[in-house]
């Protein structure tokens, strides 16, 4: 029986948001042919499967998707590699090789902003505007919607609409963070979701670093059927 560890990614201010995450650390417990489906019975907007936790090697489904890459199950997992005693360097998702830090209670991961889903960046004139969306922008199944909260500071307000992959809207999305950071060209501070908190950096040879908190919610046997 595999053993789930359930993440929230990117938490803000007062332990506000994170978005949900899992993780089975010892993943070749659950065969590839099933990896979906218990992506899809867990309802996450990401799930982690750690093939070789020595070298980092995973997969990350959706609950209809397998991606190449993404922001918060990589931050998440290299967090909880480390917390479980694994010094990982890198991880080695589908996409390639993304390098991991820490810096205090902070995890980061780099990342290129090609490796990320193909978002549409739609600015709109104020924070407020982000607020009082309903849903995605008609007609926008893979959209970031952000306005700056403060331009100088380099703060973003952004919420995040990835419904092609079976998410209606996520609470922080990393690799979002990655395209809207190397298209800004600057070091930004994402707030998103209802309070989750995105650090986002370009970096000199191309990839963007994204960083952020990573709280452990329980830990516990999976005993779902997958979809």
């Known amino acids: 029986m595999a053993t789930l560890h359930v993440l929230r990614v990117f938490v803000g201010e007062g332990g506000a948001g994170g978005n949900p995450l899992g993780v089975f650390l010892d993943g070749k417990e659950v065969p590839e042919r099933h990896r979906q489906g218990v992506a899809?019975?867990?309802?996450?907007?990401?799930?982690?499967f750690v093939d070789d936790p020595v070298?980092?090697?995973l997969r990350i489904f959706t609950p209809t998707d397998e991606l190449p890459f993404a922001g918060h199950p990589l931050v998440g997992t290299a967090w909880l590699?480390?917390?479980?005693?694994?010094?990982?360097?890198?991880?080695?998702?589908?996409?390639?090789?993304?390098?991991?830090?820490?810096?205090?209670?902070?995890?980061?991961i780099s990342g290129r902003p090609e490796w990320a889903p193909p978002f549409e960046h739609i600015e709109l004139?104020?924070?407020g505007e982000v607020d009082a969306l309903t849903g995605p922008p008609d007609g926008h199944d893979v959209a970031g919607?952000?306005?700056?909260?403060?331009?100088?500071a380099g703060?973003?307000?952004?919420?995040?609409?990835?419904?092609r992959y079976g998410i209606q809207e996520d609470e922080a999305t990393g690799a979002h963070a990655v395209r809207l950071a190397a298209r800004?060209?600057?070091?930004?501070?994402?707030?998103?979701?209802?309070?989750?908190?995105?650090?986002?950096?370009?970096?000199?040879?191309?990839?963007?670093?994204?960083g952020g908190r990573t709280q452990l919610v329980e830990v516990r046997d999976y005993k779902g059927e997958p979809r």
């Not at 899809?40 to 982690?48: I, K, P, R, Y």
């Not at 390639?96 to 995890?107: I, K, Q």
């Not at 306005?147 to 100088?152: H, S």
């Open 40 to 48: 899809a019975d867990l309802g996450f907007s990401e799930t982690v």
């Open 55 to 57: 070298r980092g090697e």
């Open 81 to 108: 590699l480390c917390r479980e005693g694994f010094d990982v360097p890198l991880l080695r998702p589908p996409a390639g090789e993304v390098p991991v830090r820490s810096e205090d209670d902070t995890t980061y």
């Open 125 to 127: 004139g104020s924070p």
């Open 145 to 152: 919607v952000w306005a700056w909260d403060d331009e100088q």
């Open 155 to 163: 703060r973003v307000r952004a919420r995040v609409f990835p419904v």
């Open 184 to 210: 800004l060209g600057r070091k930004i501070t994402i707030r998103q979701g209802k309070g989750s908190l995105i650090l986002a950096e370009p970096r000199p040879d191309g990839t963007v670093e994204i």
